[in-house]
């Protein structure tokens, strides 16, 4: 089945950067929608980017486009999130998840309907 790993979590400073990875073992990543998602303590878990499947389209939320860009790199079966001009409202477990669905809009970027979930990579953004 599969399995997804996130990784490149870390404490930066107020401004600076962090590439997030999103792999996956076992099946391909290409036939899936994948979206980045984060979760702050004492908050729901909310969508911050998804890229879709077959045509990579991509969707943010609100507070991060612009700073952020996600990415699928086939040949490595991972997803990217790369996050610049990071802040301390972005400080969360960071998780990635898969769907076979396209999404499409920023709200459909959302938990539900996703799975494979994996461990989460905290980032933690200070003043």
């Known amino acids: 089945q599969l399995q997804l790993v996130e990784s490149g979590g870390g404490l930066v400073q107020l401004g600076g950067s962090l590439r997030l990875s999103c792999a996956a073992s076992?099946?391909?990543?290409?036939?899936?929608?994948i979206g980045w998602f984060r979760q702050a303590p004492g908050k729901e878990r909310e969508g911050v980017s998804c890229i879709n499947k077959g045509d990579d389209s991509q969707y943010y939320r609100d507070s991060v486009r612009g700073r952020f860009t996600i990415a699928r790199d086939n040949a490595n079966n991972t997803v990217y999130l790369q996050m610049d001009g990071l802040r301390p409202e972005d400080t969360a477990i960071y998780y990635c998840?898969?769907?076979?669905?396209?999404?499409?809009?920023?709200?459909?970027?959302?938990?539900?309907?996703?799975?494979?979930w994996g461990q989460g990579t905290q980032v933690t953004v200070s003043l």
């Open positions: 076992g099946y391909a990543l290409k036939p899936y929608t």
């Open positions: 998840a898969a769907t076979a669905w396209k999404v499409a809009s920023e709200n459909e970027c959302a938990p539900v309907g996703f799975y494979a």
